[in-house]
């Protein structure tokens, strides 16, 4: 039905997708595999008409089209919900989700009724219960990509595009995706989509597609492939260990939390975190692990409870503050509080220590540019150069451009909030091996993850939270993942 | 935003407020006392300024009430202020025009509430009941006569207009040209803009000085602040000597600079006269007595010798 | 890194060949259609014109990274002006008064925006809508609506020249060199560009933007300040009425020269090339003799195309 052939693309003469040809078929779930940067989310865009093709060509029901933008790929059926989600923000739910669909009364006015009834319907098919009347902007990310899907559902799309659905959403949001996605498929239309999640792509699959550096190197039924063969078939190299031994002993406590409080957030929370100490936060999506971060870090203080550092009180109302005392944060919202899209890789990465540089006489650009460049190597930023905007770079790459900011300031705590979500299997490999190296070092770590194979792999200690309390510490060596959920779910 | 209830209240509420406050201020008028409304084209001009003065002082001598605002040079605010005047039922309206055209709507209002209209030191299109002012034709004639008179009827000339469209950068203009019909040595070089703004002549000055120089010998402005700016741009290029300069309204500075030798003239408008002349005219009116339809106040010439008299004033 | 190498890598240089495309065809075409164009005295000339809107141009520029936007620039030049020349009249006080008063009464405008925008939470739209109607009445209020004349040779001698240069052109590019360095080389500068490319980033990278936001207009107020003072010196009397509009110039000068109106991407050697095409349009357009509307026209064709260019260019 869709046809890729042959497709090219360059982009400031770097070719990021070389000769890929495709056949995409009604009723099959075909998964796009590869690390970031291989090329998945270009040849996702080409096909959505957000990107021309530099060479070969679209085939649509066995004519060549051209996609002018992606209002004509949506007139053909073709829709795409984004890894960067665009809602309008002070729209409510429904007016996002039937944007340009508005049912219409007799004399031409919005009938609010009826758009509010036709959006429920369409999230109902998605197996939720959205509050249609609630502003986008008051949605959490999984939430608003429950959203954009409804939204592709709603346009009778023929193909749905779909880059990441599940990186930012709970297990329970997924299970309904997949219910939803199942229900397209039925129903004959043609899913396209990427992951990094493994375990999803053998569930949901009929068909896995494998790109590398640009390149289609492997294409097949799912049956056919086991998850070893396709890491193999990814990286093109055997991942002999992804997770490294955790062997540090921690020392003795940096951080200590009493009675921390920010209602509805969270209540009460209290814990210590040591030196060469890996805590994991584990918890549900809206259990207040983001919220406690953000506290940590003086985004959004909390309104009782105390913190301490190196058993002195601190009061942190600003990250300026946080910095200051010795606190850094990676967050989860890489878009929104992370990069600063348009400034260059360089000026990102400096720009919590910029201090460090800075004398009366400005900012020494030897010493900035030489730090940057050491940075770049030590975490393998893969960048065309140091002064290209980070916006350019894939959402890995970009992560690591905000970690290596967030320890050049020398924090001696570090809050890492989802650090692998979104991003392939090499840079996931090399933020492991990082954490590792952090608590060797000596440095506090306090680890938020979803994904529970990790926090379980790489922490000391973990603490669980259920709806804002904490509900449970543990010790990994000694759980089970089912046992992390059991208290983890509400009662 | 959407419209919600609430702010749909809200915002009535605003508007009664303001309603009601506005209506407060209008104090109550002692019997046989007239109501006149002054709206001025814009008090932050000089020559405007001292007419409104002028009106203030004469409203005063001759105890009427008077309800002053000020269109800053914007014809919409006028038509407003001539509409709320209409409301608060003013015997006359005196209205120192913004714009030829655009302030026209404001006469037609007041017409059709049956109040009696005087334009004060500039026309509309639409005729108002009686017109105070002088002839802005007269003004033009009578600067370009002086250029004409001091070049022998020989030579190239410049000149900067007011803001295009306005009454007297019209006017001034048909005055200055029907004198250059009737001297074929004077030829007009060049005519451009500056919006009665000194800053914005001293620019064109220069530029012109860039382009013709050497090939001028006279520079009408429309007005004095104007007149300012191509004297300092002359006299920073060190080519006043050969330039002859006059300018129109007459106000301090460029009294001044006449006295001082430096500005060559100007002609004198007479904000006093015209002021007392239209609430004069509004007095009779108001009191249904017989009224001239147009009083002229006549512009003159200042130059240095005649300077001295008009700095008294 | 030697300033040459700096003055190539910077990337919105490279981003700007459209606007230089389009200044030196507009010279290239004045110089041969005029015979006055390119001559010495014309180009001083044209710097004298352009140093105004130059100042007032690069001080918005701040405010613009920041993603802000002040209207009051016109305003707060005839306020400035006003004020200094009230201080000028001969004998009265030292040039340092006159001088001061002036870039102080602008500081203190912009400080006051900054302070609205940040601590009041209001957009800066309406923030320095209400300051260019506040300090244009005090402006009437304080000159009486009347200009403010009799100033002192000494200050309005600033409007001269200093050998073949006029000191207005100086005083610009003294601004405009010292606001480059500045924004390239220090973090304050640095920490402008990361509030405007995307606030609550910048507030999480440990960035005060409060702090960032009131330096931006406090410098833009005092920049403004100096306009005021510049113009006072040229036109030698304090305007009650000067500087309408001023605002619209700046700004149009500041995006002309690649500046982001939405803030973060942007900088002063595209402001000084965005200043630079305004004024030579204005100059060209006398000199030429074209009629007072159409030159309207033209320039506002003008100032579209370039951008239009521009980003076309930047696009591909």
Known sequence: ?????????????????????????????????????????????????????????????????????????????????????????DLDVAENLLLGLEPVDAFGWVDRAELHRQARHWLAALDTDLDTRQPMRRLSVAQIQVVEIAKALARQADVILMDEPTAALSDHEVAAL????????????????????????????????????????????????????????????????????????????????????????????????????????????????????????GLRPATAGEIRLRDRPVRLLSPQDALAAGLGMVTEDRKGLGIIPAMSVQHNLTLSALARFSSPTGIDASAESRATAEQIEAYAIKTRDPGQPIGELSGGNQQKVLLARALLAGPDVVILDEPTRGIDIGAKAEIYALIGRLSAAGKAVLLISSELPEILALTHRLLVLRQGELSAELDPRHTTQEEILRHAMPR | ???????????????????????????????????????????????????????????????????????????????????????????????????????????????????????????????????????????????????????????????????????????????????????????????????????????????????????????????????????????????????????????????????????DATVFQDAVGQGRGAVDAAILMASKQPFEKEVMIPFQVVTRENVDAFLKK | MTLARRFILDRNLVHRFGIVAVLLLISGLLAATTDSFATASNLTNVARQVSINGILAVGVTFVLLTGGVDLSLGSVVALSGVVCALFAHPGEHALLVPIGMGL??????????????????????????????????????????????????????????????????????????????????????R????????????????????????FAYGLCGLLTGLAGVVLAARITTGQPNAGQAYELDAIAAVVIGGTSLSGGVGGVLGTILGVLLIGIINNGLDLLSVSSYYQAVIKGVIIVGAVWLDRRQARS
Not at chain 1, 59 to 64: E, F, I, K, L, P
Not at chain 1, 283 to 297: D, N, P, Q, S
Not at chain 2, 64 to 88: G, M, R, T, Y
Not at chain 2, 165 to 172: F, L
Request: hydrophobic share 45%; proline share 5%; net charge positive.
């Open chain 1, 1 to 89: 039905m869709l046809r890729a052939v042959q497709l090219t693309k360059t982009f400031g003469g770097l070719t990021v997708l070389q000769d890929v040809s495709l056949d995409f078929r009604p009723g099959e779930v075909h998964a796009l595999m590869g690390e970031n940067g291989a090329g998945k989310s270009t040849l996702m865009k080409m096909l959505a008409g957000l990107h021309r093709p530099d060479g070969g060509e679209i085939q649509w029901r066995g004519r060549t089209v051209r996609f002018a933008n992606p209002h004509d790929a949506l007139a053909q059926g073709i829709a795409m919900v984004h890894q960067e989600l665009m809602p309008i923000p």
């Open chain 1, 178 to 297: 997949f219910r939803a996605i199942d229900g397209l498929r039925r129903r004959g239309v043609a899913v396209v989509y990427t992951t990094h999640k493994m375990d999803e792509v053998f569930r949901l699959a009929d068909r896995l597609s494998v790109l590398r550096d640009g390149r289609l190197v492997h294409t097949a039924p799912a049956a056919e492939l086991t998850p070893s063969a396709l890491i193999n078939h990814m990286v093109g190299r055997e991942l002999a260990k992804v997770f490294p031994p955790v062997v540090t002993t921690p020392g003795e406590v940096v951080l200590e939390v009493r009675g921390l409080t920010r209602e509805p957030a969270y209540r009460d929370i209290s814990f210590t975190l040591r030196r060469g100490e890996v805590l994991g936060l584990a918890g549900l999506m809206g259990a207040g692990r983001t919220e406690i971060a953000e506290a940590l870090y």
């Open chain 2, 1 to 263: 935003m959407r419209l919600t209830p609430r702010i749909a209240l809200g915002t009535l509420g605003l508007v009664a407020t303001v309603l009601v406050t506005a209506c407060k201020k209008a104090e109550p008028r002692k019997p046989g006392e007239w109501l006149v409304g002054y709206s001025s084209r814009d008090q932050s001009a000089e020559y405007t300024a001292r007419l409104g003065d002028a009106v203030q002082a004469r409203a005063k001598e001759r105890g009427v009430k008077l309800v002053f605002v000020d269109a800053q040079a914007d014809a919409q605010k006028q038509i407003s202020q001539a509409e709320n005047f209409i409301s608060q039922k003013v015997d006359v309206i005196i209205l120192n025009p913004c714009e030829v055209e655009a302030s026209s709507p404001a006469i037609d209002r007041a017409r059709a509430a049956k109040i009696p209209v005087i334009n004060v030191n500039s026309l509309t299109k639409a005729a108002p009941d009686c017109y105070v002012g002088s002839d802005d034709e007269q003004a033009g004639i009578l600067a370009m006569e002086a250029i004409a008179k001091k070049l022998g009827g020989q030579g190239n000339v410049l000149m900067i207009h007011g803001i295009m469209g306005q009454s007297a950068q019209i006017h001034r203009d048909a005055g200055a040209r029907k004198v250059l019909a009737k001297y074929p040595g004077l030829k007009l070089l060049d005519a451009q803009t500056a919006s009665w703004d000194r800053a914005k002549a001293l620019a064109l000055t220069e530029n012109w000085i860039q382009a013709h120089k050497g090939k001028f010998q006279a520079i009408f402005a429309h007005n004095d602040e104007m007149a300012m700016g191509a004297l300092l741009a002359l006299e920073r290029a060190g080519l006043k000597k050969d330039v002859y300069v006059i300018g129109v309204d007459a106000i301090a500075q460029a009294l001044d600079a006449v006295k001082a030798g430096r500005l």
């Open chain 3, 104 to 189: 102080l009464t602008g500081g203190l405008c912009g400080l006051l925006n900054g302070v609205l925008v940040t601590r009041g939470g209001i957009a800066p739209f309406i923030v320095t809508l209400g300051m260019m109607t506040v300090a244009r009445g005090l402006a009437l209020i304080l000159s009486g609506g009347k200009p403010v004349a009799d100033m002192t040779p000494a200050l309005t001698d600033l409007a001269g020249d200093v050998g073949p240069l006029p000191i207005p052109l100086l005083c610009f590019a003294l601004v405009a060199l010292v606001s480059w360095v500045f924004l390239g080389r220090f973090r304050l500068g």
């Open chain 3, 191 to 214: 920490h402008l560009y990361a509030v405007g490319g995307n606030e609550p980033a910048a507030r999480a990278a440990g960035v005060s933007v409060p702090k960032v936001k009131l």
